[in-house]
């Protein structure tokens, strides 16, 4: 996916989850703190997995090819994720480049929900495939990932699993 395929991306996307809206949403100079602190809320193996909300968030603001949102329920933060819109047409897809939910909402579902929300948007768009990386290891997030249909490509991205989700 290229570029200007990002323009194409909703500001804010919502879908009900078992009576809860799981959204995700643009961040702001109101938002952006509360969502950094999330990091904070992950277990000390989890937080060696994922990097942190705000090294993320700057990383996206020097990437011309990333798109980041908050995942919220309500008007409460719950998450983050960053795409990496950039791959090349040797290997059409998206990555998922960050993806974190805070320690005290793991387990209700929203993470699923969020990445459903991005498949949905990534089908619509005309996208085959969705890839992420990982490291095992304790609080690594292989099962969840294998758990949603993603599967190991046999390549190592920086060291990690690289694994892909195909529809």
Same mark, same amino acid.
């Given at each position: ?18 009576? @809860? ?17 999330? @990091? ?5 193996? &989890? ?7 705000? /090294? @993320? /968030? ?6 011309? #090819?990333?798109?980041?949102? $908050? =995942?919220?329920?309500? !008007?409460?933060?719950? $998450?983050?994720?960053?795409? !990496? ?15 974190? /939910?805070?320690?005290?909402? &793991?387990?209700? $579902? ?6 459903? /929300?991005?498949?949905? &948007? ?5 996208? #085959?495939?969705?890839?992420? @990386? ?23 991205? !920086? !060291?990690? =699993?690289?694994a892909v989700l195909r529809w």
């Amino acid at each position: 996916m290229n570029r200007t395929a990002a323009v194409g991306y909703e500001e804010r996307v919502t879908e009900s989850d078992a009576g @809860s809206a799981v959204e995700l949403r643009k961040l702001c100079a109101d938002t952006v703190y509360e969502v950094c602190k999330l @990091s904070t809320t992950l277990s000390a193996e &989890q937080r060696n997995m994922v990097a942190d909300n705000g /090294i @993320s /968030i700057a990383e996206a603001h020097f990437s011309e #090819t990333a798109w980041f949102r $908050g =995942i919220y329920v309500g !008007d409460e933060p719950v $998450g983050f994720l960053m795409l !990496d819109l950039g791959m090349d047409s040797e290997e059409p897809g998206v990555s998922l480049w960050r993806f974190m /939910i805070a320690g005290p909402h &793991q387990g209700k $579902g929203y993470g699923r929900r969020a990445l459903e /929300i991005v498949v949905e &948007q990534l089908r619509a768009r005309g996208t #085959t495939r969705f890839y992420t @990386s990982y490291r095992v290891g304790p609080g690594s997030p292989e099962g969840f990932y294998r758990a949603l249909g993603f599967e190991p490509t046999g390549e190592l991205v !920086d !060291d990690e =699993i690289e694994a892909v989700l195909r529809w």
